[in-house]
Nanobody
Framework: HVQLVESGGGSVQTGGSLRLSCAASGITFTTRCMAWFRQAPDKERLRVASIYPLTGETYYDDSVKGRFTISRDNAKRTVYLQMNSLKPEDTAMYYC???????????????????WGLGTQVTVS
């Protein structure tokens, strides 16, 4: 049974920081691209960051580059998203995704992520 459980969301003021975590179970974590997506009301889901399974190479959407950092701990089967200098436009539900693929992580959109968590809300005011 595959499970992705996000945590760490909350409400912060502009300029604040949050650290999201996503704990995975039921999958071979070390072979998969992992990513964080977000979706605001009336907007499409956006991939904000992704990370390769072994090299740890990362990709970021331009809107978060320089402010967000994705990382993973394969031993703990957990992927993180450190979010600094938060802006009101970062307000969204944040989802963790796991892909069955382990390559070309920087190119993979949400159709390539087959497992999702329930999300954690981030509100910046």
């Amino acid at each position: 049974h595959v499970q992705l459980v996000e945590s760490g969301g909350g409400s912060v003021q502009t300029g604040g920081s949050l650290r999201l975590s996503c704990a995975a179970s039921g999958i071979t974590f070390t072979t998969r691209c992992m990513a964080w997506f977000r979706q605001a009301p009336d907007k499409e889901r956006l991939r904000v960051a992704s990370i390769y399974p072994l090299t740890g190479e990362t990709y970021y959407d331009d809107s978060v580059k320089g402010r967000f950092t994705i990382s993973r701990d394969n031993a703990k089967r957990t992927v993180y998203l450190q979010m600094n200098s938060l802006k009101p436009e970062d307000t969204a539900m944040y989802y963790c995704g796991a892909s069955p693929y382990g390559g070309a992580c920087h190119l993979r959109g949400d159709d390539d992520y087959h497992y999702w968590g329930l999300g954690t809300q981030v509100t910046v005011s």
